[in-house]
């Protein structure tokens, strides 16, 4: 069975902060995607990152990078730097490699993340 | 690119009547369609994946006869509740793919039943 775990269940930083949100998995499959998805008030989520198990390099785009260590089943997200429109929930997902067929999602719970002035 | 799009995006209806929620995607060939809902403060679960032109899978809990999912073309969905009660009330929300790519997400539809 896969399970994705985001222990942090809510974050509150000032802004300019650095932040870390947490994302642990589970799964049995030797190839598998990771994904990072951001829910503003809006409710639409939106697509911030795709990490194929294969490859492990850390990843930054901007003020947002992520660590993947595969040895801890671990991909967590940093945003440097926070601002105002960084609040939001914050969604970490899990999906077997394509070779299965369609990509179903395994969420994990979320964290809420607020960054006040 | 990759724009899904979701209408309506907010419905109330009365206890007993069914709503129709459409998922498009603009831009691109979705040969996979998903609905989620997602309950206040809830991480997304999913509910049924749709591929065109044949029968939807559910998950497991998931009733296929109150939840209705026909995939009549490679960027449309709709998904029907049939009979709604205030139990059904959530935030519904589409996402499409093409094979081996991102599942990208509509803007979801707010479900209140009364």
């Known amino acids: 069975a896969q399970k994705v775990t985001q222990a942090q269940t809510e974050i509150s930083v000032v802004e300019k902060e650095d932040v870390t949100l947490d994302c642990v998995y589970e799964t049995r499959d030797t190839t598998y995607y990771l994904f990072w998805y951001k829910q503003p008030p809006s409710g639409e989520l939106v697509f911030l990152i795709r990490?194929?198990?294969?490859?492990?390099q850390n990843e930054i785009s901007g003020r947002y990078s992520w660590n993947f260590q595969k040895s801890t089943s671990s991909f967590n997200f940093t945003i440097t730097a926070s601002q105002v429109v960084d609040s939001a929930v914050y969604f970490c997902a899990l999906s077997p490699s394509i070779i299965q067929g369609a990509q179903k999602l395994v969420f994990g719970q979320g964290t809420r993340l607020t960054i006040n002035p | 690119g990759a724009v899904v799009s979701q209408h309506p995006s907010r419905v109330i209806c009365k206890s007993g009547t069914s709503v129709k929620i459409e998922c498009r995607s603009l831009?691109?060939?979705?040969?996979?369609m998903f609905w989620y809902r997602q309950f206040p403060k809830q991480s997304l679960m999913l509910m049924a994946t749709?591929?065109?032109?044949?029968?939807?899978?559910?998950e497991q809990g998931v009733e296929k006869d109150k939840f209705l999912i026909n995939h009549a073309s490679l960027t449309l969905s709709t998904l029907t509740v049939t009979s709604a009660h205030p139990e059904d009330s959530s935030f519904y929300i589409c996402?499409?793919?093409?094979?081996?790519?991102?599942?990208?997400f509509g803007p979801g539809t707010r479900l209140t039943v009364l």
């Open positions: 831009d691109f060939q979705a040969t996979t």
């Open positions: 996402s499409a793919e093409t094979q081996g790519d991102t599942q990208y």
């Open positions: 749709s591929n065109e032109g044949s029968k939807a899978t559910y």
């Open positions: 990490r194929n198990s294969f490859d492990e």
